[in-house]
Structures are given as C-alpha cells and as structure tokens.
C-alpha cells in the first residue's frame, strides 16, 4: 500500500522568534515539559566567533565604521554584535507618504537582546491603569500586581543590579549591587541633587555578582557587542542553554517565517516558512503556537495568515492587529563640562551603559503634558571611536600641533543625555501591508504610518529644557548636533534630535494588543488570541501602554507568565 | 590589576575556550585574550607602512592625501603622526567602497592641486611650504568661505578629510595612547571616579 503521509512531528509548541519573549517561552515551556521547537529568522549565534569583545578598533581595517563607512555614526556599527540591522537587504519595509520610520531589525539567535542596553525598568502600578489615572490610551486586563511574581522569577534568574529605593511608580526588584559611579555619574549627580532631580543607582540586566554558572561582570563596557562571560542578559546566552538543557528543545535556524496555517476548526495546525539555507518551502506542526518575532514582525504575520476562516488575517476580528503602534518618545543633547578636561588617566569603562539614571521625578505632580520620560546619559573617557571628534573639530577647526592638543585636552568632557518618554497610542500610527510591495520570498512587507502627537511633542520640549538646567547647573555648556554626535553650540540641530525619529528608540509595541474585550483587543488577559485558542503572542506586541520603562525586562515577565499560562492548559487538555 | 587576580576568574575560561579550542589551556588567560587580538591583527593581512598600495587614490594623489594627513595630525615630541597611525590607509579603504567619499575627497585633492597650480604654478606637492601654508590656512576654516562662497566646496572638503583623519588617528594604537584612554580589558571590580578635587 502507497504511503501517502509520510509521519510528520508534530511539536507540543512552536515558538516563532528566539528574542527575551521567545527564548523565556522556551525555558519556561521546556522546563514544564513540553517539547518545543523554534524558528529563528537568522542563523545560530556562536559568541566566542561572533562576538568582538575587546577588539581594538586599529585592529579592524574600518576602524569600527564598517564598510563604506556605513555605519560610522550608527548605532550598528562594526562593534555591535552580530545580525542587528537598520536595513536588511531583501526584505524591506515601506512608509506611508510623509512618514517617516526606522525599524531595526535582528536575524539572529536571541535576537536583538544581543544588541539592547540591558535596561531593566519593572512597569509601575500606574502604567497599567494609564486611561483610568489620565483618561487617555487604555487599561492594561491585568494590574502591576499580577506580574510582579514575574518580574521575580526573571530578576531572580537573570540578574539585575540596581537598589531599593521606594521611588514613586518605579519599583524595586530583586537587585544585586550597582557598580560605583564614574566620574561623571557623581558630577551629574550633584547637579540633579540641587535641582531635586532624582538620580540613583540605574537598573541593569548586567551581573555584578555570579549567577547560575555565570560569571560576574569584568566591567569593559562593551554590553553592545555581545559578552563572551554572559555576564549580561541576552536570550540566547541565558534562555536558550537552559531550554536546550532539557533535551526537549530543537532550533530551526535560519526559517523565516510565512504564515500560521489553520485547520478546519480555526486552530493553528502548522506554521509554513522558507529555509533560507535552501529556500524551500517547510512547515513545522505544533498544537500550540507563540508568536514572538518583535511586535511588528509578529504583526505582519498574524496580517498575512489570510484564510477563509479568517479573511482579515489572524487573531484580528477586531482589527487591532497592526494598531496601537507606539516607540519612545527621545530627545537628545550634550554637554561639554570644562572641569573634565586634562582629567587624571583612570579606567572609566565600568559597566556596559550607565551606572545611574533618572526616573521620572514629577510624577503624581500636575505638568503640561501627561505621563512621564526618563534620563539616560554618559560619556566622559570611553573608548575612542570613529565620529567622536566631529565636534572637536568643528569647534578648533584648522589643523596641526594645536588641533591635537586641543582633541587631548577636550577627550573625556563631553557628557550626553537621552530623555524616553511614553507615547500615547493614537490612529494615525500603526503598520498594515503594503499592498504591492513584497519581500525576496514573496512576503507582503509591512507599511509605517506614524504621527506624534502634541503630548509627545510637548514631553520632548520639556526633556531638552530639563537637559539644559541639568548641563547648566553642573557647570558645562550645552552643545549642538545629537548625542550620538554632539558639536559646537550653534550647530545646525537636526529634528531627530529634538524628537526622535519613529522607530528609532527601538521601542515599538503595542501591535497586537491584549484586553479584556475581544472587540477592541486581539489577546486576552493571558497573551492568548481571542479568535484562536491555542495561538499566543510573547513579545512586545500585546503591551497596551509604552511607559518610559524599556521593554525588554516586562517583555520577558510576560512571556513567563503566558507560559506558565500555556503548561497549565496543556495539562487540563484546553489547548 | 595583576595577572595573578585575573586569571582566577573563570569567566576567562570562555575566552580561552573559544580563542584555539584548548590548545591554550595552560596559557594565562589575558594571553589568551592577547591571542584572539593577534589572530585578528593577521587577519588585516596589510602590507607594513610604506609598501601599502593605494586601493583608490592613484600614486600621486595619495602623496598628497598621505602629507594633508600628517599636516592635520601631526607627529609631536609625544607620539607619531597620521601617517604612523594609518590614517591614510584607513581613509583610501573607506573612500573605494563610498561613492560619496570618492567624489568629496578626489574632488578636493583635484581641486587643491588646480588650485594651487593657479597660484603658484605648481600642484600642492610640489609648493613651497609657506605656500601649502596659506592655501590650508584658507581652506580649513568655515569663516573664510562666509567671505568668499566659492571657497565652501574645498572648505568643505577639508572639514571633511579633518574628520576622517582624526578617526584615523584617534583609533589608532598611538592616538589612544596620545589620548590616555584606559580601559579594555578584564577587572574584578570597578572602584569608579578616583579622588579628584571637583567632582
């Protein structure tokens, strides 16, 4: 008898995308006993080849500015680690006339945990009951203390430094020791201390003591390039190993997925994706699936599982797949503090990022705008990199013996400041597929429409006067040009330093957003859709609100409690 | 920070790990480190210093790329120049695989020859240097391109190879030794900001 089927796995989960949500669904799912596989756009990570920890740049021939010099005042320069990227080529996105949006995108295992700043903000109370507090945006379905135990598991598993502090709609977590300040942590410090601004000890996702068999931090600074040690967090050191561990785990590298195929019943039966190493046509089968490719990627494939069943693309009865798109809201400026000229030699690198920071110090208080941002800022004696004496240069000018000196005395004494701030969802900014336009395996791409609202506008305002008292009082001068690439006062100011570009806070969420109400929301209070029982989504995508806390650190909670969520209905049969 | 402090961390197992698979073992951790920087530095694979063959600039526009180099940078009695410190290797690699570059900066070289033909008869190279002096002098400066507009190209130009130059050196082994960077490297601890009067 001809065999028409040949036996075919079928997994208990699928897991599209290997980023904080989809690696936690992996250990937490795997560890609870289900067998799970994973689709990974981009191939396997190996740090020890990947990675350029403690490279000098004289040792690359680009010096760090990449080919072309592309990526020389671009946060993916040549350092970061591997498969983060502004533009991919082969798969573009598209923009609504007269908008304006930069996605950065990640094809690699772990996604962009391997490239974020190891941020690690718990949401407050307040940001669950935004439209109850203020009247704009939307209620989470679930309250702060419901994903608290969550944000205990993940603190406790992988190891955030910061300090107990009882601070207004900021909480504490389960900390290890921050690292000491550096010289111009303390001399900001002072400044905010007269202005009663609050600047404590900031709140990373970077081990300054062991944990779990990993080491503690050897305090280089070079978090974005990826850790050798995994003595920061990032999906594919912490989650994967741990999954892999159980011997219920298989990766599927280099899939890109197509779209969620639905059987007769208007379950998910299998997920159909491109092997980019052959490029054929396959599909994985699971009894469950979650979703985790970054909120817009999840989006688009949700928008582009079209059937019968489910004419509008998956999980979207309510057509909210794609709405409620936000980022951070970001203003930049610089300082140049004459006092840390000619500053004694000393090692400043510290920890990857900022040891301190400001959490939003006017909450609860009446403001001329609603909601409320964040400071992040450094500087001071890093590691010389391509673009950093742009200003420099433009300042001195001419050439020569006194040029030089000039750069000497003036390296180290420039401190920068970035304010991120939350967005309130609004209609006029969401992505839908474009309707033309594909990508090399014939995928429809996503289209970006974007519009800040005044809210943002004002909020951004007010960061670059808060930026200016603090540079001010702590005796600098304010400089022109961005953060990333301060110059000479006078400098022409481009508008993205004022009011980032959409996109370009890599903090967009909120695209296939949970609720209690299926008309309104494509996911119940457990990441769950409400149209398809045994379909999940586990990164940014469900978040309701955007508030001034990264989302790397609730995207991970969250996935730990949808798991948990999903294990428990795998064991009463409901999924 | 001693070796000995540092090679009772583990974490430098990985490195070594990583860096020949094993066959490092029993060499201290930081050489281990020191190894992969190695392997990198041969993978560049360049020819020393003076026997670098242009990838875009042909000979004699490199000579002049290679002396405004170290006119911009240069040597003092605390470190090397541009040239030393690979700028303008760095500079001719970026420039061939950036159509950009290849127009600002072989049009400014063009143009500063042309220029200096004019008025002294001869490309840059070959003016005296008081000559090269005066042409720099008014090129490497935005306020004399506000007086006189058609300067603003070369101004430009200048502006632009300043920059490259001081990425160059900067990034070089001797420019952040010149700078007195420290750091990038492995500790066990970090004590933050030393005592300083002011901050």
Known sequence: MLQINPIRKVYDVCII????????????????????????????????????????????????????????????????????????????????????????????????TNHYGRISLRFGPADFRARSRDGMGDDWPIAYEELAPYYDKVESFIGVYGTKENFPNAPDGIFQ???????????????????????????????????NGRDACHYCAQCGRGCKSASNFSSSQVMIPPATATGRFTMIANAMARELVVDKTGKVESVSYI?????????????????????????????????????????????????????????????????????????????????????????????????????????????????????????????GLSLKQQTRTSYGAVIGFSGRGEMIPNDKSFCDLDPTVVDRWGIPVLRFHWQWGEN???????????????????????????????????????AEASLSEPGAIIHELGTVRMGNNPKTSALNRNCQAHDVKNLFVADAAPFVTNPDKNPTLTITALAWRTSEYLIDQAKKGEV | MSIDSVSRRSVL????????????LSVIPLQAAEHIHNMIESEKADAPVGLYTPKFFNAHDYQTLQSLCETILPADADSGGAIEAGAPEFIDLLTRENPDYQSRLGGGIQWLDAECTRRYGKPYLDAAPDQQKQILDLIAYRKNAGADPSLAPAVDFFAFLRNLVSDGYFTSKIGIKYLGYKGNTFRLDFPGCPPVPGV
Not at chain 1, 303 to 332: E, I, K
């Open chain 1, 17 to 112: 995308g290997s980023g904080a949500g989809g690696g936690t669904a992996a250990k937490v799912l795997t560890e609870g006993g289900l067998n799970v596989a994973m689709l990974e756009a981009g191939p396997r990570l190996n740090p020890d080849k990947d990675f350029k920890e403690h490279v000098w740049p004289y040792q690359l021939a680009h010096r760090g500015a990449g080919v072309a010099a592309k990526g020389r005042l671009e946060f993916n320069n040549e350092f970061l680690a591997p498969n983060g990227f502004w533009e991919i080529e082969g798969e573009p996105y598209t923009t609504a006339p007269g908008t304006k949006f930069r996605w950065f995108r990640s094809r690699i295992e772990g996604g962009r």
């Open chain 1, 177 to 211: 020791p921050p690292p000491h300040p550096r010289c111009t942590e303390t001399l900001i410090k002072k400044a905010c201390d007269r202005l009663n601004i609050a600047c404590i000890p900031s709140r990373m996702a970077i081990l300054t003591q062991p944990l």
């Open chain 1, 275 to 399: 092997d980019k190493s052959t490029g054929a046509e396959q599909r994985a089968y699971a009894r469950a699936f979650v979703v985790a490719a970054s909120a817009c990627e999840s989006a688009r494939l949700l928008l582009n599982s079209r059937s019968s069943l489910f004419p509008n693309g998956l999980a979207n009865s309510s057509g909210v797949v794609g709405r409620y798109l936000t980022d951070s809201v970001g203003s930049d400026l610089a300082g140049y503090f004459p006092q840390l000229e000619n500053f004694p030699v000393h090692n400043h690198d510290g920890a990857g990022g900022m040891h301190m920071y400001m959490p939003w110090w006017l909450f609860g208080k009446k403001n001329d705008f609603l909601r409320g941002y964040h400071i992040e800022f450094g500087g001071g004696r890093n590691l010389p990199s391509v673009g950093q004496f742009d200003g420099v240069n433009a300042e001195h000018e001419g050439y």
């Open chain 1, 456 to 494: 943002e506008i004002k909020m951004a305002q007010h960061m670059r006067e808060t930026f200016r008292s603090i540079i001010e009082t702590a005796g600098g001068r304010v400089m022109g040009g961005t953060r990333r690439h301060p110059l000479p006062a006078g400098a022409p100011q481009s």
């Open chain 2, 13 to 24: 197992k990985s490195i070594t790990l990583g860096a020949a698979a094993g066959s490092v």
